[in-house]
């Protein structure tokens, strides 16, 4: 049983894995720039690891607190995260058009984590109402709604649709139906639809991608609005099978701030596709290491909580590696651990200390099983014991 309380020490080392690859991936894609803009090689890469090593710090405090006691303050956490973005659009710093930094963080990245445990503590506690969408459901996805609409102000539309993907996610791992998520879906699509012909840079997106998403780039304006996903593909083109080497990157020095949206086209150039490739099964590994700790926890908050972080965490990672390969729109996200930025890097690495801090809670020995399909809400009941034989 003691082994049993130890912490999942593979997650721990994937994620350490992720982090040095992330390291890597941002030395090498902004040498270039730090060289010409800032005099100096290392810039980028020395504010990257003292945010990583605020992210070690973040993780070990959240591994050390009982996941249980974020629920406590949910609703609390949920309102502050408001305010916070209320104050982003008042007096934040607009960055490229978006007004999406207070100070020195994005309160839009606190916001996912945070709606994470808000979700995971209503479904955990209202399941039995769930099967009414006016009186049970709807009522529950009005902060949602608030935090969504604060982010689309910014406005930070790639966000925003991450975090409504993440939330039907979540309604879908806590038992919702899939009727009542698939209404709270189709709602989302006319303003999706007026997005894209109404918003300027949206619409500008949008198009790019209609000519790109078969890979032809017929009709795309390479030396205009698809620059930067041109230029992506091309790295990604470039790096064939073994790609060209650790710092042998040449559309580095193309595309617009490589080390952020689109470090994993320079990942890609540099390590080939058997890097990507390796990249994305080591993302793959995290998703099993989540969902393995989801299954083990002692209750329904922990194994809603630990499936949402999971999902928090590769949703974002397939949402970036899709807009790398031309498969979606451009969005603006960055990829889990591996692009810079510091306010994605220590919320990924919060998260990852709350399943650590849930990976030492295994459920009793007598406890109910958690099947795979369970953790899309479909909670079966245990088949009753055989009785001892006389």
């Not at 003292?50 to 609390?76: E, I, N, P, Q, T």
């Not at 949703?315 to 996200?333: E, K, R, W």
Request: hydrophobic letters at 50%; proline letters at 4%.
């Amino acid at each position: 049983m003691r082994g049993n309380l130890r912490c999942d020490w593979a997650l721990v080392w994937t994620t350490l894995l992720l982090i040095l690859v992330g390291m890597l991936t941002v030395y090498t894609a902004s040498v270039h720039v730090a060289e010409h803009s800032f005099g100096g090689s290392y810039v980028f890469l020395k504010k990257n690891a003292v945010r990583a090593l605020f992210g070690l710090a973040a993780m070990a405090f959240a591994y050390a607190f009982d996941y249980r006691s974020y629920r406590k303050h949910a609703k609390k956490a949920i309102l502050l995260v408001i305010v916070l973005l209320v104050a982003t659009l008042l007096f934040g710093r607009t960055v490229r058009g978006m007004r999406g930094f207070l100070l020195m963080f994005q309160p839009s990245e606190v916001a996912k984590l945070v709606l994470v445990i808000y979700l995971a503590d209503v479904l955990a506690r209202r399941k039995d109402e769930l099967g009414s969408f006016v009186h049970g459901l709807l009522p529950r996805l009005g902060l949602v709604g608030g935090v969504v609409g604060l982010i689309l102000l910014q406005p930070d539309f790639g966000s925003a649709i991450a975090v409504v993907i993440l939330s039907l996610v979540l309604l879908f791992l806590g038992g919702a139906k899939l009727s009542h998520i698939g209404a709270l879906g189709a709602a989302a699509v006319p303003g999706v639809v007026l997005a894209v012909k109404y918003v300027p840079h949206i619409a500008k997106r949008w198009s790019v991608w209609c000519s790109t998403y078969d890979l032809s780039l017929t009709g795309v304006d390479t030396q205009g609005a698809g620059y930067q996903i041109f230029q992506s593909l091309v790295a990604l083109g470039s790096g064939g099978l073994w790609g060209r080497g650790i710092g042998g990157s040449y559309q580095r020095a193309f595309i617009p701030d490589p080390y952020t949206d689109f470090a994993f086209s320079i990942w890609g150039e540099e390590v080939g596709f058997l890097g990507t490739f390796g990249l994305v099964c080591v993302l793959a590994f995290f998703l099993l290491r989540g969902l393995r700790i989801a299954k083990r926890a002692p209750d329904r908050y922990g194994q809603i909580l630990a499936a949402g972080l999971t999902a928090m965490v590769t949703v974002y990672a397939a949402i970036n590696i899709g807009v790398a390969t031309a498969l979606i729109p451009t969005t603006g996200l960055p990829l889990p651990f591996i692009s810079y930025g510091g306010s994605s890097l220590i919320i990924n690495m919060v998260a990852v200390g709350i399943l650590l801090n849930l990976s030492r809670r295994p459920a009793p020995m007598r406890a109910t099983r958690v099947m795979p399909s369970e953790l899309a809400g479909r909670w079966e009941t245990v088949k009753a014991c055989k009785g001892k034989r006389s």
